[in-house]
C-alpha cells in the first residue's frame, strides 16, 4: 500500500523559514517523480514543485519561484521542501504527491497523495 | 499563464448522469486529468489521460477530452459522488489546475 506522510508544517512568522518533509513507502521511491501540492483554506489546489526520480528535472510554480526549493533522498525514501522568505499568501495544507514516471516530473497525473501538512504564516 | 476554467457548482439527481467540464486553450492537444476531493480529505486522481480511470475508481467514472474542453462524466451518480472535482493539465512543465466545481447530489 503506498503511503506518504507529510510532516514539518506548523505556524511560522512572515519571512522566517520552514522545511517540509514526506517520507514514502509501498512503492519503488526512487523511480517515481513527486511533487507537492498546496490548498489553502476554503480553497482550490495550486502546483507548488515538481522532481525527477534523479533531482535531474525540478519546477516550480510562479508563486513560489526563487523563494522554495524541493529536494529528495532517494535513499532514505523522502521528499523535502525548503521554504524561505514566507509570505501570508503561502499558508495552506501542502501535500505530497506522487507522480505515476519517473524520468521527468511534468506530464504525469498525481496518483497517489498525502494527508497533508498544514503551514501558518502569521505574524 | 495557461488557465483552466470550470463551473463552481453542478447538480445532479441520484441516479442521473453528471457531467463535469473543463475549459482552457486548446485543452484537447493535453492530457486532461480529474481529482475528486471530499470534504476532509486529501483528493484521489479518478481519471488520467483523458479517458484512462485508476484501478479502484469504478467504472460509472469517464472521460473525454477535445478542441477546448474535457468534460467528466458519472453515469448513475451515486450520494458517495458529492465531491469537489478538479481538472488539472500540464502547460511548458507547469501543472495547472482548474478552479474545482463542487458536485451537489439531491
Known amino acids: 500500500e503506498v503511503q506518504l506522510v507529510e510532516s514539518g508544517g506548523g505556524l511560522v512568522q512572515p519571512g522566517r523559514s520552514l522545511r517540509l518533509s514526506c517520507e514514502a513507502s509501498?512503492?519503488?521511491?526512487?523511480?517515481?517523480?513527486m511533487h507537492w501540492v498546496r490548498q489553502a483554506p476554503g480553497k482550490g489546489l495550486e502546483w507548488v514543485s515538481g522532481?525527477?526520480?534523479?533531482?535531474?528535472?525540478?519546477g516550480y510554480g510562479d508563486s513560489v519561484k526563487g523563494r522554495f526549493t524541493i529536494s529528495r533522498d532517494n535513499a532514505k525514501n523522502s521528499l523535502y521542501l525548503q521554504m524561505n522568505s514566507l509570505r501570508p499568501e503561502d499558508t495552506a495544507l501542502y501535500y505530497c504527491?506522487?507522480?505515476?514516471?519517473?524520468?521527468?516530473?511534468?506530464?504525469?497525473?498525481?496518483?497517489?497523495w498525502g494527508q497533508g501538512t498544514l503551514v501558518t504564516v502569521s505574524s | 499563464s495557461y488557465e483552466l476554467t470550470q463551473p463552481p457548482s453542478v447538480s445532479v439527481s441520484p441516479g442521473q448522469t453528471a457531467s463535469i467540464t473543463c475549459s482552457g486553450d486548446k485543452l484537447g492537444n493535453r492530457y486532461a486529468c480529474w481529482y475528486q476531493q471530499k470534504p476532509g480529505q486529501s483528493p484521489v486522481l479518478v481519471i488520467y489521460q483523458d479517458t484512462k480511470r485508476p484501478s479502484g475508481i469504478p467504472e460509472r467514472f469517464s472521460g473525454s477530452n477535445s478542441g477546448n474542453t474535457a468534460t467528466l462524466t458519472i453515469s448513475g451518480t451515486q450520494a458517495m459522488d458529492e465531491a469537489d472535482y478538479y481538472c488539472q493539465a500540464w502547460d511548458s512543465s507547469t501543472a495547472v489546475f482548474g478552479g474545482g466545481t463542487k458536485l451537489t447530489v439531491l
Open positions: 504527491a506522487k507522480g505515476n514516471t519517473g524520468y521527468s516530473y511534468a506530464n504525469s497525473p498525481f496518483d497517489y
Open positions: 522532481i525527477s526520480w534523479n533531482s535531474g528535472s525540478i
Open positions: 509501498g512503492f519503488t521511491f526512487e523511480d517515481y517523480a
